[in-house]
Protein backbone atom coordinates (compact mmCIF):
# COMPACT_ATOMS: atom_id res chain seq x y z
CA UNK A 1 0.00 0.00 0.00
CA UNK A 2 3.16 2.08 0.43
CA UNK A 3 5.88 2.28 -1.61
CA UNK A 4 9.60 3.97 -0.86
CA UNK A 5 11.90 4.57 -3.58
CA UNK A 6 15.10 7.05 -3.62
CA UNK A 7 17.29 4.70 -1.25
CA UNK A 8 21.24 4.82 -2.88
CA UNK A 9 25.11 4.60 -1.98
CA UNK A 10 26.21 8.12 -0.98
CA UNK A 11 29.49 9.09 0.81
CA UNK A 12 29.70 10.68 3.77
CA UNK A 13 28.56 14.48 4.12
CA UNK A 14 26.16 13.53 1.06
CA UNK A 15 22.32 14.31 0.47
CA UNK A 16 19.83 11.32 -0.66
CA UNK A 17 16.12 12.13 -1.38
CA UNK A 18 13.76 9.71 -0.20
CA UNK A 19 9.72 9.35 -1.47
CA UNK A 20 7.22 7.24 -0.63
CA UNK A 21 4.05 6.67 -2.69
CA UNK A 22 0.29 5.68 -1.38
CA UNK A 23 -1.82 3.48 -2.81
CA UNK A 24 -5.56 3.75 -3.47
CA UNK A 25 -6.25 1.48 -0.73
CA UNK A 26 -4.01 3.97 1.89
CA UNK A 27 -5.70 7.04 0.50
CA UNK A 28 -7.47 7.95 3.48
CA UNK A 29 -6.52 10.63 5.65
CA UNK A 30 -3.46 9.41 7.50
CA UNK A 31 -0.43 10.73 9.54
CA UNK A 32 3.10 9.94 7.75
CA UNK A 33 6.39 8.86 9.09
CA UNK A 34 9.94 7.09 8.28
CA UNK A 35 11.34 4.57 10.14
CA UNK A 36 14.86 2.90 9.71
CA UNK A 37 16.22 0.01 10.90
CA UNK A 38 19.94 -0.88 10.84
CA UNK A 39 21.58 -4.08 10.59
CA UNK A 40 21.67 -5.84 13.70
CA UNK A 41 19.45 -3.04 14.98
CA UNK A 42 16.43 -2.29 16.47
CA UNK A 43 13.92 -0.14 14.56
CA UNK A 44 13.81 3.52 15.09
CA UNK A 45 11.58 6.62 14.38
CA UNK A 46 13.14 8.92 12.16
CA UNK A 47 10.07 11.67 11.55
CA UNK A 48 6.51 11.71 11.26
CA UNK A 49 4.53 14.75 9.77
CA UNK A 50 0.80 14.88 10.30
CA UNK A 51 -1.99 14.43 7.96
CA UNK A 52 -2.65 18.04 6.63
CA UNK A 53 1.33 18.78 6.90
CA UNK A 54 0.82 21.42 9.65
CA UNK A 55 3.14 19.38 12.41
CA UNK A 56 6.43 17.69 11.84
CA UNK A 57 8.04 15.42 14.59
CA UNK A 58 12.04 14.78 14.17
CA UNK A 59 14.66 12.16 16.42
CA UNK A 60 17.47 13.97 18.04
CA UNK A 61 19.77 12.11 15.85
CA UNK A 62 18.55 13.76 12.22
CA UNK A 63 17.90 16.92 13.40
CA UNK A 64 18.58 19.34 11.32
CA UNK A 65 19.84 17.25 8.75
CA UNK A 66 16.45 15.33 7.47
CA UNK A 67 13.40 17.35 6.42
CA UNK A 68 10.04 15.51 5.58
CA UNK A 69 7.42 16.58 3.60
CA UNK A 70 4.63 15.63 1.77
CA UNK A 71 2.22 16.52 -0.76
CA UNK A 72 -1.28 15.52 0.36
CA UNK A 73 -3.12 16.13 -2.70
CA UNK A 74 -0.77 13.92 -4.61
CA UNK A 75 -0.43 11.28 -1.76
CA UNK A 76 2.97 11.44 -1.76
CA UNK A 77 5.62 11.95 1.15
CA UNK A 78 9.69 12.90 1.01
CA UNK A 79 12.53 12.70 3.43
CA UNK A 80 14.85 14.55 2.52
CA UNK A 81 18.55 14.02 4.10
CA UNK A 82 21.47 16.17 4.15
CA UNK A 83 24.40 15.55 6.11
CA UNK A 84 24.45 12.29 5.38
CA UNK A 85 27.04 10.19 8.08
CA UNK A 86 27.61 6.73 8.22
CA UNK A 87 25.49 5.71 11.05
CA UNK A 88 22.64 6.93 8.81
CA UNK A 89 23.06 3.70 7.05
CA UNK A 90 19.76 1.30 7.47
CA UNK A 91 16.76 0.49 5.26
CA UNK A 92 14.27 3.06 5.57
CA UNK A 93 10.30 2.22 5.97
CA UNK A 94 7.94 4.45 4.99
CA UNK A 95 4.43 4.50 7.65
CA UNK A 96 0.82 5.64 7.65
CA UNK A 97 -1.10 5.89 10.12
CA UNK A 98 -4.80 6.11 9.14
CA UNK A 99 -6.04 7.87 12.40
CA UNK A 100 -5.12 10.83 12.47
CA UNK A 101 -7.11 12.16 15.69
CA UNK A 102 -4.36 10.96 17.37
CA UNK A 103 -0.94 12.99 17.55
CA UNK A 104 1.63 11.93 15.16
CA UNK A 105 2.93 8.68 16.78
CA UNK A 106 6.67 7.75 17.60
CA UNK A 107 6.00 4.26 18.06
CA UNK A 108 5.88 1.70 15.15
CA UNK A 109 2.79 0.01 17.14
CA UNK A 110 1.12 3.76 15.81
CA UNK A 111 1.32 2.89 11.94
CA UNK A 112 -1.08 0.47 10.30
CA UNK A 113 0.46 0.71 6.62
CA UNK A 114 3.92 0.08 5.58
CA UNK A 115 6.32 -0.15 3.02
CA UNK A 116 8.52 -2.93 1.73
CA UNK A 117 11.81 -0.19 2.36
CA UNK A 118 14.69 0.96 0.48
CA UNK A 119 18.13 0.53 1.23
CA UNK A 120 20.54 3.54 2.24
CA UNK A 121 24.62 3.43 2.75
CA UNK A 122 26.30 5.82 3.52
CA UNK A 123 30.09 4.86 3.21
CA UNK A 124 32.84 7.18 5.18
Known amino acids: ELAESGGGLVQAGGSLRLSCTASLRTRTTYHMAWFRQASGKESEFVAG????????VYADSVKGRFTIDRDIAGNTGTLQMNSLKPEDTAVYYC???????????????????WGQGTQVTVSA
Open 49 to 56: ISCNAGNT
Open 95 to 113: AADRRPWRPVGLERSNYDS
